[in-house]
């Protein structure tokens, strides 16, 4: 993994937890950073609470041994909204683009992967 850049701001706690638990390959860890009733869409493919984070995890990140490079983060267009563009490499997916993140209570409420952030 890189060395964190000092120009890109820090991450709200939830956010970086989802790339550490990522790159640790700590499932629990990551599942545990949504909230019950957390929503991830990944282009167009929608999963719903733990459960469905964990499928996607099982078939997207940690099951893929997907890792993880912050390259930059900006305020989303409503409160507890990141744009978090990120480098992703492993058995899957490999290439950079933003990932929307919105946190509730400290936790990942809802994530939206695409190319745009609209």
Do not use: C
Not at 22 to 40: C, H, I, K, Q, S
Not at 98 to 111: G, K, S
């Amino acid at each position: 993994m890189s060395t964190p850049d000092e120009t890109i701001p820090a991450l709200p706690t939830a956010i970086q937890e989802f790339v550490d638990a990522t790159n640790a390959g700590d499932t629990e860890r990551f599942v545990g950073v949504f909230t019950e009733d957390a929503n991830l869409d990944d282009w167009g493919r929608k999963f719903h609470g733990h459960d469905g984070i964990r499928s996607w995890n099982d078939t997207d990140n940690i099951g893929k041994q997907s890792r993880f490079d912050v390259v930059g983060v900006v305020d989303g267009e409503e409160p507890q909204t990141y744009v978090v563009t990120l480098a992703v490499r492993g058995n899957g997916y490999n290439g950079t683009g933003p990932m929307i993140f919105t946190l509730r209570d400290d936790l990942i409420a809802d994530v939206k992967i695409t190319d745009t952030t609209t």
